[in-house]
T-cell receptor, first 112, second 113 residues
Framework: KNQVEQSPQSLIILEGKNCTLQ??????????LRWYKQDTGRGPVSLTI?????NTKSNGRYTATLDADTKQSSLHITASQLSDSASYIC???????????FGDGTTLTVKP | NAGVTQTPKFQVLKTGQSMTLQCAQD?????MSWYRQDPGMGLRLIHY???????DQGEVPNGYNVSRSTTEDFPLRLLSAAPSQTSVYFC???FGQGAEKLFFGSGTQLSVL
């Protein structure tokens, strides 16, 4: 069964600090891995998309890495801001059409 | 360009009532999908469509119906609401077959009493 496991479940950091969120998956055959940010009360918004051949992708202060051999991804947030407080969701797609596997998300709280 | 529009934003139903959650997108996306999100859990796929006239079941389809008569619209019907259907519902669309970047609506908070 395709699975996506995210850790930690929740994280609290101080404004200005860096943090790294983890995503492990067993989806096969792998197509791509996406990170989304979901603010409270809103729909998820795409941050990055990585295919098999990409091992790093950046979007401003967000940098995602992918190790397709170990089936692991991480999302690194640099110089955190209060607005980074949100849930971060890892989504992995297989090459079959129509369905993606969602992780349960990591809830990040940035405190002043 | 409004993106993905969901209505209503909030809804309260009594057990046994039926209703339709509306979803429309103006990006000419072929793929549309419905998810539910329960507290502390990830998004779970209810139904999806890869084009007008084509729908398929996701992970948790029981109690829900969908249809796709146009590219733009993908309504979700609750036939006989149950308290277990209390959740936040999200509609999403994408260019391809669902393995590309998803664009999400703002969600519908549904409570079934």
């Amino acid at each position: 069964k395709n699975q996506v496991e995210q850790s930690p479940q929740s994280l609290i950091i101080l404004e200005g600090k860096n943090c790294t969120l983890q995503c492990n998956y067993t989806v096969s055959p792998f197509s791509n891995l996406r990170w989304y940010k979901q603010d409270t009360g809103r729909g998820p918004v795409s941050l990055t998309i990585m295919t098999f051949s990409e091992n790093t992708k950046s979007n401003g202060r967000y940098t995602a890495t992918l190790d397709a051999d170990t089936k692991q991804s991480s999302l690194h947030i640099t110089a955190s801001q209060l607005s980074d407080s949100a849930s971060y969701i890892c989504v992995v797609s297989a090459r079959s059409a129509g369905k993606s596997t969602f992780g349960d998300g990591t809830t990040l709280t940035v405190k002043p | 360009n409004a993106g993905v529009t969901q209505t209503p934003k909030f809804q309260v139903l009594k057990t046994g009532q039926s209703m339709t959650l509306q979803c429309a997108q103006d990006m000419n996306h072929e793929y549309m999908s419905w998810y539910r999100q329960d507290p502390g859990m990830g998004l779970r796929l209810i139904h999806y469509s890869v084009g007008a006239g084509i729908t398929d079941q996701g992970e948790v389809p029981n109690g829900y119906n969908v249809s796709r008569s146009t590219t733009e619209d993908f309504p979700l019907r609750l036939l006989s609401a149950a308290p277990s259907q209390t959740s936040v519902y999200f509609c999403a669309s994408s260019f391809g077959q669902g393995a590309e970047k998803l664009f999400f609506g703002s969600g519908t908070q549904l409570s079934v009493l």
